[in-house]
């Protein structure tokens, strides 16, 4: 098989000034419907009574809101606060429920048999029912050129060293095909770092990260060996070919 065509240089992005805030813009929906309408509504959704289109936005009883995006074959969520889409890998759990877990097996969503959900956080380790607030947009990788993989990386590394309070340069080989995902990749990996200067010990682990470099591979993960933060994508498999941030913390040792 022919190798994939290369950009010119491989990619190699320090911070060296701030990143400036990037507003996320959120689609427009109508008001949501009561807690008992957005968690028990009519149709039918693989077996089971489910009123929610394939992709909608739901509102958590206690606060926030979040994506769920259950057109393709993994489904996918994204909190509306945070710009990481998280990939799930659906279980079955008892009295005909359905368990969504993340890359490390952590419960993320549980739908009951008659379509409520229960959506599960660091600040709610123990559940807070979601309802449906309406439609909204598939997610999806955008297509981004060379000019805007280097501004990606650059914000990744801006973060990245902001959290550090030091250099953290960011390093991957990227072609027109795989660059979406790569740049995907990079800012899940700053979020990762972000999350590891606020948890305990994770300030120590950081004072040994030396640059994070992305590269292609068979299987997406995460590695930490010799100051350098690993991430392997598979372009392939979309959304679902790279790690999570929880999964990157996890293999950096900070947890």
């Given at each position: 098989m022919?190798?994939?065509?290369?950009?010119?240089?491989?990619?190699?992005?320090?911070?060296?000034?701030?990143?400036?805030?990037?507003?996320?813009?959120?689609?427009?929906?109508?008001?949501?419907?009561?807690?008992?309408?957005?968690?028990f509504g009519e149709g039918r959704h693989d077996g089971r009574r489910?009123?929610?289109p394939p992709v909608a936005?739901?509102?958590?009883?206690?606060?926030?809101?979040?994506?769920?995006?259950?057109?393709?074959?993994?489904?996918?969520?994204?909190?509306?606060?945070?710009?990481?889409?998280?990939?799930?890998?659906?279980?079955?759990?008892?009295r005909g429920d359905i368990i969504y877990k993340n890359d490390l097996g952590q419960p993320v969503l549980r739908a009951t048999r008659l379509g409520g959900l229960t959506v599960f956080t660091p600040d709610r380790p123990s559940g807070a029912?979601?309802?449906?607030a309406g439609g909204s947009n598939p997610l999806r990788l955008p297509v981004l050129g060379p000019e805007a993989l280097l501004q990606r990386l650059a914000q990744a590394s801006a973060r990245a060293s902001r959290a550090a309070r030091r250099l953290i340069p960011f390093e991957a080989d990227a072609s027109p095909e795989t660059a979406p995902l790569v740049a995907d990749a990079a800012m899940v990996a700053a979020e990762a770092v972000v999350r590891m200067s606020t948890q305990p010990g994770?300030?120590?682990t950081l004072n040994s990260v030396n640059k994070v470099t992305l590269v292609e591979?068979?299987?997406p993960g995460a590695s930490f060996r010799a100051g350098v933060i690993l991430i392997?994508?598979?372009?392939?498999?979309g959304l679902a070919g790279r790690p999570s941030s929880e999964r990157i913390v996890a293999a950096a040792g900070s947890r």
């Amino acid at each position: 098989m022919s190798a994939r065509p290369v950009l010119p240089l491989r990619i190699l992005v320090a911070a060296t000034f701030a990143a400036a805030g990037v507003a996320m813009a959120f689609p427009a929906v109508a008001a949501p419907l009561s807690l008992r309408e957005g968690l028990f509504g009519e149709g039918r959704h693989d077996g089971r009574r489910f009123s929610a289109p394939p992709v909608a936005r739901y509102v958590v009883e206690d606060g926030g809101g979040f994506i769920l995006d259950r057109s393709t074959p993994r489904p996918m969520m994204k909190f509306e606060d945070s710009a990481e889409v998280w990939v799930l890998q659906p279980q079955p759990a008892p009295r005909g429920d359905i368990i969504y877990k993340n890359d490390l097996g952590q419960p993320v969503l549980r739908a009951t048999r008659l379509g409520g959900l229960t959506v599960f956080t660091p600040d709610r380790p123990s559940g807070a029912p979601a309802a449906l607030a309406g439609g909204s947009n598939p997610l999806r990788l955008p297509v981004l050129g060379p000019e805007a993989l280097l501004q990606r990386l650059a914000q990744a590394s801006a973060r990245a060293s902001r959290a550090a309070r030091r250099l953290i340069p960011f390093e991957a080989d990227a072609s027109p095909e795989t660059a979406p995902l790569v740049a995907d990749a990079a800012m899940v990996a700053a979020e990762a770092v972000v999350r590891m200067s606020t948890q305990p010990g994770g300030r120590a682990t950081l004072n040994s990260v030396n640059k994070v470099t992305l590269v292609e591979g068979r299987r997406p993960g995460a590695s930490f060996r010799a100051g350098v933060i690993l991430i392997t994508i598979t372009p392939e498999d979309g959304l679902a070919g790279r790690p999570s941030s929880e999964r990157i913390v996890a293999a950096a040792g900070s947890r």
